[in-house]
């Protein structure tokens, strides 16, 4: 691959994330075992082959004793991962507190949480302390493994301050950094009391990624109001370098979705639950259970549709599948949000539901990697509601596993896929609950000819524009962005 001659044989890439993409977790006979982690970061990096890489990050679990850190470490290193140890307080006040309570909110366009004005002698405080003690430790594993020649990516917003705490120790190491949530416009940007020092250490980076241009742009935005630099789209003056600056929209591997579907086991799957679900329409939607997946906008804009649809009962027959993955739930905002979906989903069950069947199937639960498979494919539509979304790959997956079926994905516009499967998907504003309803009509009622158009459309890109392009791009143009030359000399 392109990736593999620019690196050579020896290069590798490190790629540093909170989460590995294995897990360690306590076994009550093996003492550990290391099942792999599931979300967006790992699947799309799952596509990147032939090519030397090593992880760094946090293993899933708090590991006090320093025996169980070195068997630890061992297994995972065979697994080409290196753990960084952050014991549980630090945890809580980086990554359950900075992290998902503050700088996700914020980059999702939900605000600052009130405590943050509250609390600020003691609380938030430490919660900046521990994020930037946290990516020290983060800067300081990759530093023990880094040999020369090998570049590094640095994934997100609970590492922003590890390009700049990675070029203290070594100026000549290649460094990228790629936000996978949006980067919210300068003017919401701005009430974060960090906002300066954070965007600082970001332009260490010798890249700076994002998956939409609108994010790239509210980047350069925040770096021109708040920081008084100089640059556009093209690049930012800081640090007498030019710090380049640009959208890399993420992809999936397609192959491994329809590969998939041949299978025996998703075959199985697939028969079983359109017996399941015989004679009946099924939406399906897929999310972690977090405030900016639109849950209850989505719960609404079904009640809405049900109840306009009264009278076609019968005829319809529809079902709203919904796998609700659980996520952050040490977090007391989305128990909140946990017991407020749970509570619209019974009054909707409830109010429409008949002694056969009620209209919402909701789970708390992952599924298996076959029964998702299986579950994209035979559905008739899929509903994405989120508020804010920097990309979501589940609407890819949808598309891949399509072919046969040819559903309809109706899709807000306010997440980053909305750019790229825009012409091949009911575009809807989750806000409006009416406008909602009507596109679930529309989509159910969709002329067969009008679906597969749709579909072709969508089917090109996501099988075309690959996870491994995605990555290969962002890292070959990171080889290269680096040491740019001064602009001006310095007199
Ligand atoms: C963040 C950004 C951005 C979900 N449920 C199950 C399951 N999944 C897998 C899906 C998909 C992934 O998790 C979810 O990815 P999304 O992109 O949809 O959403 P986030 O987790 O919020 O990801 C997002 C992404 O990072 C990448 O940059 O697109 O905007 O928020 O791959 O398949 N997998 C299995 N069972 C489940 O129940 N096996």
Known sequence: ???????????????????????????????WEYPSSSGGLVSALQGIKDVQMMWVGWPGVSVPNETDQTVITEEL??????????????????????????????FHY????????????????????????????????????????????????????????????????????????????????????NRAELLEAVLKADLVGFHAYDYARHFVSACISLLGLEGDLDGIQFDRRI?????????????RFTKALEGPKVKEKITEFKKLFAGRKVILGVDRLDMIKGFLQKLLAFEKFLEKNEELDSGYKVVLLQIAV?????????????SQVHELVARVNGRFGTLKATPILHLDQTVDFDSLCALYAITDVAL???LRDGMNLVSYEYVACQESNKGVLILSEFAGAAQSLGAGSIIVNPWDIAEVADAIKRALDMPTEDREKHHRHNYELVSRHTAQDWAENYVCDLYNATSKAPLRAIH
């Open 326 to 338: 659980p996520t952050r739930s040490d977090v007391p905002e989305y128990r909140k949000l946990a």
């Open 77 to 106: 290193f065979k697994r080409r991962c290196v753990p960084v140890f952050l014991d549980e307080e630090l945890m809580d006040q980086y990554y359950s507190g900075y992290c998902n309570k503050i700088l996700w909110p914020l």
């Open 384 to 386: 994405i509601t989120s």
């Open 110 to 193: 939900l605000g600052l949480p009130q405590e943050y004005k509250i609390n600020k002698a003691k609380g938030i405080k430490s919660q900046f302390e521990a994020y930037t003690q946290a990516n020290q430790m983060f800067a300081e594993t990759v530093c023990k493994i880094y040999k020369e020649g090998d570049i590094i990516w640095c994934h997100d917003y609970h590492l922003m301050c590890l390009p700049k705490l990675l070029k203290q120790y070594n100026i000549n190491m290649k460094v990228g950094w790629f936000l996978h949530t949006p980067f919210p416009s300068s003017e919401m940007y701005r009430a974060l009391p």
């Open 243 to 255: 710090v380049k600056v640009d959208a890399f929209p993420i992809g999936i591997d397609a192959q």
């Open 1 to 31: 691959s392109r990736l593999s001659a620019l690196l050579g044989p020896n290069g590798r890439v490190l790629i540093v994330a909170n989460r590995l993409p294995v897990t360690a977790k306590r076994h009550p006979v093996k003492k």
